[in-house]
Structure formats: C-alpha cells, structure tokens
C-alpha cells in the first residue's frame, strides 16, 4: 500500500518534535500514558451520556508490555479507541488534538464538567514516541465497531493505514525502541525498573491503573517435609501490579488524611528522613482553580545556602507531573517550602515542560504566599517551641528576604521575624517589642553583635539599659541591613545603640556635653593627631556610661555594614568612616588629659593606640597589626 504523507510540513516538524521540544526523552512515556488516559476518560464520557455504552469505570486501565527480545514496547488502552478517520486525522495531521477538540466540546456539559478532565490539548504527545522509536505502530478500534486499523510510520517518510484484527476496543501504540547510539542508552526503555520508576514520576496520579507485568521475590511455601534446620528459600515470581497510586492526597479531603499520610508523602517525594513541621493543604475554585499541598521543614537542608540548592514546587496539571521544581510559584523568602500545586489552568508550552508566565500563574504564588506566611503567624502563636524550630532552621533566609529587591517584601516578613530581647531573655516578635515600650522610649533600640553574651557587655549598652529600655540583640550578619531596611515598626524608628543621637539629650544635657568637649577638645586633637587616617573622628562620647571608649562611624556605612561585606565572596570592598568616641569622665580620658598637659606625645599616642585597639576589639573588628598591641600592652607591665 502506498504511504500517505503526513499533512503540513512533516519532516521539520517531526524534526523538531524529536530534537528540540522536548528536553528528555523519558517524557515520551509520560506522553503515551496521557493519551491513554485522554481515551479512557472518553469512554467514560460516553458511558455517562450513552446508555448502549456498559463500560464501568473500575474497569478501565492502561497496560505497559516491555519486550526486550523483540525491543518492543507496547502502551495499551481499552479506551474509545479509533477509527480510521480518527487515526486519519488525528495520527495524520501533527499538532491536532482530538483531545483538544473533546475538551472544547465538554465544556459545554455541565453534566459531566466535574467526572472528566482530558489531559492532551496540542495534539504532539503521540510523536515524542519517535524520539525513542524507529518504527511505530499503532492498532485501534473504535468502541461500537468491529474494525480495527492499523497505522505504522518510521516517522518523517509518511504512514500507511491498513485493516486489521483486534478483539476489544481501545488503541495499542507498539514501539520499536531504537539500538544504542553514542550517549544514547535506549535499552534502558525496555527495563521493567526504568519504566516503573518513570510511571511513579510523571504518571502516579492518572486516575486509571497502569498495570505492568514485574519480577518480584517471594518466600516458597515450606515443605511439609522441611527438617528442623529448614532455611527459608526465595524465589523469582512474575506478576502483574498497578504501578500508580492513582488518587492525589492534595485531592482528598483534609479531613479524611491522617498526619502520618501527610508525613508518609512528604518524606517520600522530597527525601527527608524528618516528619515535616506543618502542613499547608488547600485549594482554590473560580477564576483560577488549583490544589496544593505544601510543607515546611523541620531542619536546614544540606545545600540550602549554596548554589546547587533549587528551588520550587512540583507542578502537576491535572495529575501529571510537568515540572519538578517550578521555582516561579514561591518567592524567595519562602524558598524552603516544599510541596505540590495541581492546576488544569495552568498555560503550558507545546511539550508540557514548561509553564508560561500568565496571570493565572502570578495569582496562584500570590495566594500560596499569603498562605505560607498565615501558616507561619499560625504557628508562632500557637506553638511558639515549633516555630522557635523553625526560626532555628529558616529565620536567616526571611531575613534575607527583607532587605533583598530593595526592601520590597519587608510588610509581608517583618511579623515573622523574632530578635532577642534584653528584657525577656529570650526572642520576641517586632510586634510585642512594641507593645512593651514605654511611653517615653524615643526608639526601638538594637545593638549587634557576635552573640548575646557579648552584646550584653558593650558599653554603649549601658546606658539605656540603665534608662529601663528594652534593646534588640541582633546576632547575624544581616541584621543590620535588616534594621535599617525595616525603618520603623508602627511610626517608631529603629535606632542603632552606636549611633550618637541613641538617647535624645534635654537642653541642659546638651550644654553639659558642649562643655565636655570644649574643654577635652586638645586631648581629642591630640588622639587624633596620634591616629591619623586611621579615624575620621574622635569625639567626646554621648552614649557612653562606665566605659572608656567605642567605635561608631559616621555615614551611612555602619561598622556591621563593613564587617559584613568583608566576608561576602566577591563583595564590593566598604569601609565605615570610623570615629573613636571617648568617655570624658572616665579615668583614661583623665590619663590622656595629663599627658597631653604634659606635652608628652609618646605617651598620648602609646594611650591614642590602645584605646583604639580596644575599641576595635570591642567592635569585633580585627586589630590591625596585633604584635604592636601586644607590645603596648606589655610595656605598661615595666
């Protein structure tokens, strides 16, 4: 029989079916199966609107059949099946969906809206079989007919379509997986193991089982005859199994999963050996329809503050897996959260790889977002020891997200973030920081440092703990830029202990420093004069209580600004503009005052250098030249 050329431009289409639209040639089972499923549910269909079609559902499936000998690999049906006009038009002319088709028709059905969801809609998924095939053909027949045909390519030559025989209605699609190529395994296609676990990650959720005959072990039945030192022999069994579970959790109702389903799935699709520690199950109707089913981790994972770390929720459109990790659909404060989004809304490329940026898209990571954070405010009312866990694990990645793009989530981040409060001992929300503050506190004030311990024995410290207010203690890195880029929390500004203006002086205060530092104004030149470049400034200190001296800077550099950049890779060099704040009624200032009145400028700068190498220390910067510290120190001992 002569061949009939495909309709449109077939070589360059089929060209690119196999080489370029699709980036794994494993989805090509995935498509198959899909199709299968697109066949069923038709019968389905029909059995609801034609009372001549007795099919049940229970008893629709799809048959895998691998032969290894023959290096055939079948995908069966007893679906609707086709006829030759259908296998005409739908086989003969690529990118036309008979499923599309159906879908657009069903729509109109309100009846059966809710039972049935086609999966194809672009009419390529049958031609991702050549990616793996040299030869396919493909033996139908229609349901109410008793003709079957049969369709055979080698691809991009053409089909023919001939009458054959068939004993049932539904479609089998025979491939002819093709011999190994350089960097090309297509044996693996024809390995029971393969074939299941590819079943398990595109295709676990079609709704019909997906049966395969599989090897398995079992223990033989003991013989009545077994002595007493009788050992247990095993064998290898041939059997068939529905490789799919079929029915979603995301898609049963939240009161009918147990925790430990929740659990049990959670570990099993992201490979976490810990129970997660909450559970976001929800589900949207109307203008954007979708199921998800997201989890928050307990622990850290290995990799998740390095570049190998991605990442995103699985996608699913209407039970099969499109995307393993769709990274658009969580923001990325959130990117910890693990889980699923099922959606047929969802705008795919042609190879159903690939989501489209649509609105749908935004508002469904929009809703999850709003979602995840409610979660969290949940918990950290509710179970503040679990959300302490979780502030253990995650609670630098909010931060994070705070000052990144420029500040733009910091409304939806800051109720979450905890600190650790002077006044309670332990960590607090901004929140009840607030609610605490005395009428007449002027700022909520933080201080950072390398841990609370040392935090606590700054001496810029002392003086407002001594006023009654409650300072923040911020431990990490970040915390700085996270202060200053939250501003203020409900009109009070956040205000740094090391900033000169911490505590607002009356009038009488404010003439009481002028004079200060009118009259320790040659001792502050000459500390400077000592010091160099070293220090923008030296001042008489208004913070200070007990201690001799601190650092603060002057700009809007801060020092853990600078200490921070110094240990980002490949970060821009920065540098505060550094000021050495003295306290005037402290005994090395009266020290300094006498040997500047002395006129003796190697003791003022011996004095100048070890108060700036223990402000320097005090700042958790490092000295810059140890040994001459050293020596100072030790010279004081003669």
Known sequence: ????????????????????????????????????????DKLAYKSLTDDSVTVKRKDLKITIVPDKEGRLLT????????????????????????????????????????????????????????????HVTVISRAWGSEEAWMWQSDGADGYTVTPCEKEAPGTDVIMHIKANAEGEDYDQYLETHKLQDLIKKYSDYIRYPITMEVEDYRMKDKPEDAPEDYKPEWETVKEWKTLNSMVPLWQRQKSKVKPEEYNAFYKEKFSDWQDPLAVIHTSAEGTVTYKAMLYIPEKTPYDFYTREYQKGLQLYSSGVLIMDKCADLLPDHFRFVKGVVDSADFSLNISREVLQHTRQLKVIASALEKKIKNELLKLQ???????????????????????????????????????????????????AYKDRMPEDQPFCYYACGESVEKIARLPQVERILDRGYEILYCTEDVDDFVMKGLGEIDGKQFKSVTEEDALPQTEEEKKAAEEKAEAGKPVLEAVKEALGDQVKEVRVSAILKSGACCLSADGPISIEMEKYMSKVEGGQPMKADRVLELNADSAPFAALKRAVDAGDKELVAKYAKLLYAQALLLAGLPLEDPAEYTGLVCSLMI
């Open 75 to 134: 995908v069966s049906d007893n679906g609707v099946g086709m006829s030759k006009e259908d296998l005409e038009s739908n086989l003969g002319t690529i990118a036309r969906s008979g499923s599309g088709q159906f879908k657009a028709g069903l729509a109109e059905d309100d009846k059966a809206a809710d039972k049935i969801d086609v999966i194809g809609q672009f009419g390529v998924g049958f031609y991702s079989a050549f990616m793996v095939a040299d």
């Open 381 to 431: 009312k509710e179970d503040r020891e679990k959300y302490e866990t979780f502030w253990t694990a995650f609670g630098t990645q909010l931060k994070y997200g705070v000052v990144s793009d420029y500040g733009q989530h910091k409304e939806i981040l800051q109720d979450l973030l905890l600190f650790w409060s002077s006044k309670e001992g332990a960590n607090t929300t901004l929140a």
């Open 1 to 40: 029989m002569a061949k009939k050329q495909f309709k449109a431009e077939s070589k360059r289409l089929l060209d690119l079916m196999v080489n370029s639209i699709y980036t794994h040639k494993e989805i090509f089972l995935r498509e198959l199966i899909s199709n299968a499923s697109d066949a069923e």
